[in-house]
């Protein structure tokens, strides 16, 4: 059986013969298919965005937040780029203008006064642009007065470093920075289960810290996404209700430093009271629990769901 499913995969059924011939067993029943999700376990949601036609141009008008929520292999690599083109295009401006002025031919002529000593080359030039760019100190290669240009060329490239530096590494920062691993430590129980509790029938689940630091200020949300018509015949395919957990009495605010359960009211005002047991199985709907408080040691505020 194991050979057949490798052969043909997982969506085949195997159906074997019996001893006698008298026919054939009944098919093993197929798995039940697990359902999309709007929003996983782990946090992330399910939902892409297409057909946005001009509309892309108005992420790089928030250029900063584009390139903090791009996955780490591009932001490696746009940073990665971005210094490689910088730094050989102001390389180039220095080799440019000792080509212009004749300095490359005049390198080791002691009387004469290049813009910048000892660059006779291009690899020259780059050598003498990352001293001046990682201010390690001029040296062997320094610029002279007798350059006016390359004073120029020298604030320049001082003040383009300085926003170069300023965006990709304050991006690297926020990004480094971000709490989505210290959410991951924010455990929800696997299952939600509706039971009796003080007399009142109650959906509820768990919620704990595995960290020894605590959250400040931390609460706890409930959203209820499921698709409904209006009377009036309009499908909404993402409509969103809150549930609650506490809201009006102050029990959403959680001291989380032992696991907790967490509890929702099935009362009149419940989207859930007019469900049956066997209606609430065959409901297309889906809760997302959002946590969210400070992280003592950092001040971040992570959202676990």
């Known amino acids: 059986m194991s050979a057949l499913r490798k052969k043909f995969g997982d969506d085949y059924q195997v159906v074997t013969t019996s001893s006698s011939g008298s026919g054939f067993s009944q098919p093993v029943p197929e798995k039940k298919k697990k359902r999309q999700r709007f929003v996983d376990k782990n946090g992330r949601c399910n939902v892409q965005h297409g057909n946005l036609g001009g509309e892309t141009s108005r992420y790089l008008s928030d250029l900063f937040t584009t390139l903090v929520d791009l996955k780490w292999r591009w932001n490696l690599f746009i940073f990665v780029l971005t210094y490689t083109v910088a730094w050989l295009f102001m390389a180039s401006m220095w080799w440019v203008i000792a080509y212009i002025r004749g300095d490359l031919n005049r390198a080791h002529d002691d009387k004469y006064t290049p813009c910048v000593a000892n660059v006779y080359n291009f690899p020259s030039a780059f050598l003498f642009f990352i001293e001046t760019e990682a201010t390690i ?20 490239q001082s003040i383009l470093g300085s926003i170069v530096d300023a965006f990709l ?25 509706i039971s009796m509790r003080d007399g009142k029938l109650t959906l509820m689940f768990r919620v704990g810290n595995l960290r020894n630091s605590h ?75 959002i946590l969210e408080g400070i992280v003592e040691t950092t001040g971040f505020k992570p959202e676990a769901f």
């Open 137 to 156: 100190g001029y040296g062997y290669r320094y610029i002279t007065d007798k350059c006016p240009e390359g004073i120029i060329l020298f604030l320049f």
């Open 169 to 193: 590494i304050g991006c690297m920062f926020i990004k480094m920075s971000q709490p989505k691993k210290r959410a991951e430590t924010l455990m929800f129980s696997e299952h939600a289960a």
């Open 215 to 289: 959250m400040v200020s931390a609460q706890i949300r409930c959203k209820l996404l499921k698709s409904r018509q209006t009377p009036e015949g309009e499908f909404l395919p993402l409509d969103q209700l809150e549930l609650d957990v506490g809201f009006r009495t102050g029990a959403d605010q959680l001291f989380l430093v032992s696991p907790l359960t967490i509890c929702h009211v099935i009362d009149s005002r419940s989207p859930f009271y007019e469900l049956s047991a066997r209606s609430m199985q065959t409901e297309q709907f889906e809760i997302v629990v």
